[in-house]
């Protein structure tokens, strides 16, 4: 059986500075669980006040002589690193499957794949960050873009390499230093980028990882030295982070958390549109924070679709993440199991009707996973603690609607702004909604894909900054104009 395999994933020790891993056992002990067995895999010790500082201390040294090389020799390293991500992808996989329970199936194809693609686009982009020329009659102006300096990154832990990768490539592209703190729940791939990025040519000191809790994040967040910090996770800890960034003014990306409206008009091509709900729902074992949990589903298309929603959503094979064949791994921990088991007793309490799902599965071999099954409720009503609330797992939510203009008002009224999505085959339609809704990053007639050359990020309380694309260079560098007098000086004194 599967579960009889040995899982040790142990890192040779839990932090990684100044291009070598280091260890401080004085720190707090943190245990990297398999989901789907409950058993420790690895075990790390959060960063101590000396391992933050020497931390801080390497990326102060390595910085300056970072940011004075040409971005084209620091794309060069990016751009191997970005080659090196894919020949370890299957081994990162692994430690990704057991790191948070998600199914090979995906962690093969999106994880270690999305990270080598975001080396790859700043490795390009490294070399094309030029300024402007603004001319003032004789005299002219000069813009260019300077790092911010020393960065941190603090994770959330459903996709532990590729939200190190998305902060650490734009800032490293930048000419920045960069330290990342992973989520204490998902150690271990972090380590592998440091030991990816040094084997790259990355100068030591320029790619740090600190383990610990929320108060290394927080220690990290209020450091005097560190110039910016990027956070992916909820929105109590980015209200926390915000608030403990104002003490030293530091530049703030905040990525958070989303309850995204997906809006299903009567014309929508059912399959795809059906195809997109359950992507938008189930993929990650709904830990996504992106996902279009709230289902607004036209009255004329609603009773095919929910019925090729309830086929499709049976077949979906839940199991043993590490078998590739799996579809749906188990939640990443007993902890976030209970809070999807919560809202579904709340969902049912408050009248919204159970059509699919709604149970812990004990999985004969792998009777100590998170294991849940994906849960549809329909008529469900927008007061609903399901229609509010981010679950943060596989709990899709059906909302009836006859009107554009009802449902866009009601898609809208939510403090989140992550995500939103239509299907509909009239394309003046699809912009004309789009164009109403609250929403940082939309899709027309897909869900959930998120290339690098895309910007990803939220509105309202779904956060601040950009993630991607050449927005992310605005959120990893400062502009420096430079006014360049040709005539003399005009001084009325
Ligand atoms: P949390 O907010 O609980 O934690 C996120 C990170 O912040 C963790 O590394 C955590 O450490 C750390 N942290 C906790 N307290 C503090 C603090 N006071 N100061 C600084 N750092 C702190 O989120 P989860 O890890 O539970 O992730 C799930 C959330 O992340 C969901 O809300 C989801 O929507 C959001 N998310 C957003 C994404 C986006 O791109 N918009 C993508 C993925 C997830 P520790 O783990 O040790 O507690």
């Keep these: 059986m599967s579960h009889q395999k040995p899982y040790k994933v142990q890192p040779s020790a839990s932090h990684y500075i100044n291009g070598a891993y280091v260890e401080d056992t004085a720190g707090t002990l943190i245990e990297s669980r398999y989901a789907a067995t409950n058993e420790v895999i690895a075990k790390v010790y959060g960063a101590t006040p000396n391992i933050i500082e020497h931390a801080v201390k390497a990326a102060q040294n390595a910085q300056k002589e970072w940011a004075a090389r040409p971005g084209i020799e620091r794309g060069r390293i990016l751009l191997r690193a970005a080659e090196l991500l894919r020949q370890r992808n299957d081994e990162i996989a692994r430690i990704e499957t057991l790191d948070t329970g998600k199914a090979m199936q995906e962690t093969l194809y999106v994880d270690a794949v999305s990270a080598a693609d975001n080396f790859e686009y700043f490795g390009h982009i490294a070399a094309t960050l030029t300024g402007e020329h603004i001319p003032l009659g004789e005299s002219f102006a000069l813009t260019k873009h300077e790092p911010v300096g020393i960065c941190a990154g603090i994770g959330a832990w459903n996709y532990p390499i590729q939200v190190a990768s998305w902060k650490a490539a734009p800032a490293l592209a930048c000419g920045n230093a960069f330290i990342f703190k992973p989520s204490e729940v998902t150690p271990l791939s972090a380590l592998v980028l440091a030991e990816i990025l040094t084997e790259a040519g990355l100068p030591d000191g320029l790619f740090n990882v600190v383990q610990g809790l929320g108060d290394v994040g927080a220690s990290l967040t209020a450091h005097p030295e560190i110039d910016k910090i990027s956070l992916t996770g909820s929105v109590p800890t980015g209200a926390r982070v915000m608030a403990g960034a104002a003490e030293s003014l530091k530049l703030v990306t905040l990525e958070l958390g989303g309850k995204s409206p997906l809006i299903i008009f009567d014309d929508a091509d059912l399959e795809n549109a059906v195809s997109g709900a359950l992507l938008g729902n189930f993929y990650s074992t709904g830990q996504v924070c992106s996902n279009g949990t709230r289902v607004f589903v036209q009255s004329g298309i609603k009773e095919a679709f929910t019925k090729r929603l309830l086929e499709r959503t049976a077949k979906i094979?839940?199991?043993?993440?590490?078998?590739?064949?799996?579809?749906?791994?188990?939640?990443?921990?007993?902890?976030?199991?209970?809070?999807?088991?919560?809202?579904?007793?709340?969902?049912?309490?408050?009248?919204?009707?159970?059509?699919?799902?709604?149970?812990?599965?004990?999985?004969?071999?792998?009777?100590?996973?998170?294991?849940?099954?994906?849960t549809i409720f329909a008529n469900v009503k927008d007061h609903m603690s399901i229609a509010r609330e981010e679950i943060f797992g596989p709990v899709l939510s059906i909302l009836d609607f006859d009107e554009e203009k009802d449902v866009i008002a009601r898609a809208n009224d939510c403090e989140f702004g992550l995500a939103a999505g239509v299907f509909t085959r009239d394309i003046a339609r699809a912009h004309r909604v789009i164009g109403e809704l609250q929403a940082g990053t939309c899709w027309i007639n897909n869900y959930n894909i998120t290339p690098v050359g895309v910007p990803f990020g939220g509105v309202k309380r779904s956060g601040m900054g950009r993630e991607n694309a050449k927005a992310a260079i605005e959120h990893y560098s400062q502009i420096k104009s430079i006014y360049v007098e040709m005539g003399d000086v005009d001084a009325p004194y």
Excluded: C, W
């Design 317 to 374: 094979k839940l199991g043993d993440p590490l078998d590739e064949e799996t579809q749906m791994g188990p939640m990443v921990s007993a902890k976030q199991r209970d809070i999807a088991l919560s809202y579904i007793e709340k969902g049912k309490a408050e009248g919204a009707e159970l059509i699919f799902g709604g149970n812990a599965v004990t999985m004969q071999g792998l009777e100590n996973g998170h294991f849940i099954e994906p």
